[in-house]
C-alpha cells in the first residue's frame, strides 16, 4: 500500500514537473508573441495617424499659401482697375468739357432754369426711389453685403437679399445721389458689364460678399 502511493506521489510529481518544464514556457512564449503583435500593430497605427496628420498639416499650408496668393492677386487687379476707372473717369470729365453745351444757345438766366429744372428731377427721381427701397436686411445666411466702387476712389456698402436684382441695386445707387451722370455697373473679376437687370446677387455670384464697379459711360 506505502509503495503504491509513493508511486502515485512520484507519478505527480513527474507531471507537475512536465509541465513546469516544457508546458509554461510554451504558455509565456505564446503570451510573449501576442504582447509583441499588439505592440506592433500599436506602432503601426501611430505611424499611419503621424502620415495623415502631415498629410493634413501640409495640404493646410498649401491652401493657406493659395489663398494668400489669390489675395495678393485680387489686390494688384483692384488696384489696377482703380487705375483704368480713374483714367476713364478724367477722359470722360476731358470729352464732356470739349462736347458743345446742350445749353449753348440760351441766356445765363435760361441756362440756370435748365440746370435746375434737370437738378430738381434726378434729386425727385431719388427721393421717389428712396420712399420705395425696402429697409437694408440685418445679416444673415441669405444676406449678402455689396460693396460699390464709385468713380474718383469712394465707396458705398449695403446689404441685400441674395435673391434681390441687378435692379435694386441699381435704384439703391441713384437713390444716394452719389453718380449724377450716366454709369454702368461692371464686375471686376472677371470683368464683364452687368446688362440682365433681372440677375439676383447669388447668380451673380455675389453672395454672400460682392464688389460692383461703377463705370462712368
Not at 497605427?45 to 485680387?74: F, N, P, T, V, Y
Request: charged share 35%.
Amino acid at each position: 500500500m506505502i509503495t503504491t502511493i509513493i508511486v502515485v506521489l512520484f507519478t505527480i510529481l513527474g507531471i507537475i514537473t512536465f509541465l513546469i518544464e516544457c508546458v509554461l514556457p510554451k504558455i509565456s512564449k505564446s503570451k510573449e508573441k501576442q504582447r509583441s503583435a499588439a505592440d506592433e500593430d500599436k506602432f503601426d497605427q501611430a505611424r499611419i495617424d503621424l502620415m495623415r496628420k502631415k498629410q493634413e498639416r501640409s495640404s493646410a499650408e498649401s491652401k493657406e499659401k493659395d489663398l494668400i496668393k489669390r489675395r495678393k492677386q485680387a489686390e494688384v487687379d483692384i488696384e489696377k482697375w482703380s487705375k483704368i476707372n480713374h483714367v476713364q473717369v478724367q477722359t470722360n470729365n476731358r470729352l464732356q468739357e470739349l462736347k458743345p453745351s446742350e445749353h449753348s444757345g440760351l441766356s445765363k438766366e435760361e441756362k440756370t432754369r435748365a440746370i435746375a429744372r434737370k437738378t430738381k428731377t434726378k434729386q425727385e427721381r431719388a427721393q421717389e426711389i428712396r420712399d420705395s427701397l425696402p429697409d437694408e436686411p440685418s445679416a444673415s445666411p441669405d444676406v449678402s453685403t455689396i460693396s460699390i466702387k464709385l468713380p474718383e476712389a469712394k465707396n458705398l456698402r449695403r446689404r441685400f437679399y441674395k435673391s434681390d436684382k441687378v435692379q435694386q441695386i441699381q435704384d439703391w445707387i441713384d437713390s444716394t445721389e452719389s453718380v449724377t451722370k450716366d454709369y454702368k455697373l461692371v464686375l471686376p473679376f472677371p470683368t464683364r458689364t452687368l446688362d440682365d437687370m433681372n440677375a439676383t446677387i447669388e447668380q451673380l455670384g455675389l453672395h454672400p460678399n460682392g464688389l460692383i464697379y461703377v463705370q462712368l459711360e
